[in-house]
Nanobody, 124 residues
Framework: QVQLVESGGGLAQAGGSLRLSCAAS????????LGWFRQAPGKEREFVAG????????AYEDSVKGRFTISRDNAKSTVYLQMDSLNAEDTAIYYC?????????????????WGQGTEVTVSS
């Protein structure tokens, strides 16, 4: 089993930045792919970004490309999401997810473990 705990959410001004962290514990060797998803009120959970074990491969949802950066520190079993140039549409609960198999996927059903989420609110 893998446990994921997110932190770093909060309130930000439009145009501002936040950095989310997700610490993994347990059988972290099985966390091949780490990803971030978000869910806004009344909407489905959507893929934001994902990163491979090596950190050499990353993928982003189109609306966050150039604004968000995903990274991971395997020594600390932690994945980060640096969010810059935030706008009101980024307001959501952000979830960290881990996938045992290789290959970054955008469907929530492809991920095996989930954190509880951290709330991000961007005021315009």
């Amino acid at each position: 089993q893998v446990q994921l705990v997110e932190s770093g959410g909060g309130l930000a001004q439009a145009g501002g930045s936040l950095r989310l962290s997700c610490a993994a514990s347990g059988r972290t060797s099985s966390t091949n792919i780490l990803g971030w998803f978000r869910q806004a009120p009344g909407k489905e959970r959507e893929f934001v970004a994902g990163i491979s074990w090596s950190g050499l491969s990353a993928a982003y949802e189109d609306s966050v490309k150039g604004r968000f950066t995903i990274s991971r520190d395997n020594a600390k079993s932690t994945v980060y999401l640096q969010m810059d140039s935030l706008n009101a549409e980024d307001t959501a609960i952000y979830y960290c997810a881990a996938r045992r198999r290789s290959g970054i996927r955008s469907s929530p059903s492809e991920y095996d473990y989930w954190g509880q989420g951290t709330e991000v609110t961007v005021s315009s």
